[in-house]
């Protein structure tokens, strides 16, 4: 059985609070490296190093490729994220109880997995892997939840957001927990929520779910968290989903333009769709290229494709050079009136010790509840 080690483990916690199950090999496929990621400052470190026991032979054979695997993502995962994180997926699905009810973990990597986590009361598996994620470690997630549909006791669901974007995190927070407060509502029991490595979009997910439904303050919740499993969840992304959710997923249209008659497509990536997505431009009588969009209050980075070529609008503001030397376009969307019940309550929100009135909780309870399914794939 492989171990985590050097992981702090609550007493009060059901036994197997931080676990690594071995798994079985995948195929071997050609490795790839992600694509590029805009970074952020790092400016917290958290490890998680993970070791095994010596692997049979059959283990072996599709090791070396997850190795190379794990250490791209590991290292892309640190630079995105702003703190040193390492995942190990050749060393199998690992997971920590945050309370009895609530599992923190990475992906499940076969089906197999699903009869590990039957055995510790799962009953509800909340996946927000995308399908490139699942790809990128040949994890066939079909077989998996066609594995899991032939008991009645679990329940396999997706929730999409994609990895290393807290901006998606926050846009993708209101669904993505209405979600998973239904499915617990429904099925009971203990919920595994994982993403890949489990230890960004998953802690952030059981987060907002402690914060917004459970009662926590948020400072509460994380240090409970942290306490129990070295991870780096976006607590901003929370904050402004909050605002968000109160002030009623207020939005304001903003208009990007490209001067020139020269070129024969434009497109925008970035803003809040990004960087691995693109949304062309229109082109009008006036010989320009226009994007009108409504984007809810935010910072957002952003970058012209011509014809094929990235480039910066000499006439949008532009970014200091990060550390890479690349400068992108940026926007920020605000309120016009700094007296504003959004200005007020992002004020609020932006503080340590942040909480919430029973009202406001109720609040947000009714919106999880009213707000419409997702279609599940």
């Known amino acids: 059985m492989n171990c985590l080690q050097n992981l702090p483990r609550s ?23 992600m694509d590029k990621l805009n970074t952020s400052n790092l ?9 095994s026991g010596p692997p049979s032979s059959t283990e072996m054979s599709g090791s070396g490729v997850d190795e190379v695997k794990s250490d791209v993502y590991s290292n892309n995962m640190t630079q995105a994220m702003g703190a040193v994180l390492t995942y190990r997926h050749e060393l199998g699905m690992n997971y920590n109880f945050i309370r009895p009810d609530i599992i ?12 590990k986590l039957r055995k510790i009361g799962v009953k509800t598996i909340f996946c927000l892997q995308q399908d490139s994620d699942l790809e990128y470690f040949s994890v066939d997630v079909t077989a998996i939840q066609q594995y899991a549909k032939q008991f009645d006791d679990i329940q396999h669901l997706r ?3 994609r990895d290393f974007d807290a901006f998606d995190l926050r846009l993708r927070l209101p669904a993505v927990v209405s979600k998973l407060f239904k499915a617990i509502n429904r099925n009971g029991g203990v919920t595994y929520i994982h993403c890949t490595a489990g230890l960004g979009r998953a802690p952030a997910v059981a987060l907002a779910y402690m914060f917004w439904v459970q009662g926590y303050k948020l400072s509460e919740a994380h240090s409970l968290l942290l306490s129990i499993r070295p991870c780096f ?10 605002a968000d959710i109160l002030t009623g997923l207020t939005k304001k249209r903003v208009t990007l333009t490209w001067e020139d008659n020269n070129c024969s497509s434009v497109e925008i990536s970035g803003l809040d769709i990004g960087w691995g997505q693109r949304i062309p431009l229109k082109f009008n009588e006036k010989g320009q290229w226009i994007l009108e969009k409504e984007l809810p209050e935010g910072h957002y980075e952003y970058k012209y494709i011509i014809d094929g070529e990235w480039t910066c609008n000499k006439s949008d503001p532009v970014t200091l050079p990060n550390k890479d030397g690349h400068v992108n376009n940026y926007i920020d969307v605000s309120s016009l009136d700094p007296n504003s019940s959004r200005a007020e309550l992002q004020k609020r ?16 309870r009714e919106f999880l ?9």
């Open 11 to 33: 007493s009060t916690l059901p036994s197997q609070a931080f676990t690594r199950v071995a798994r079985k090999p995948s195929r071997p496929s050609i490795v790839f490296l």
């Open 43 to 51: 400016h917290q470190r958290s490890s998680l190093n993970a070791t």
């Open 104 to 115: 923190v973990g990475s992906c499940l990597q076969s089906p197999e997995d699903v009869d």
């Open 159 to 161: 929730a999409r957001i």
């Open 233 to 242: 969840p976006k607590l901003d992304a929370i904050k402004s989903a909050t």
């Open 349 to 364: 929100l932006s503080g340590d010790d942040v909480n919430l009135s029973q009202k406001e909780r109720f609040n947000i």
């Open 369 to 377: 509840e009213a707000y419409a399914d997702e279609e599940e794939y």
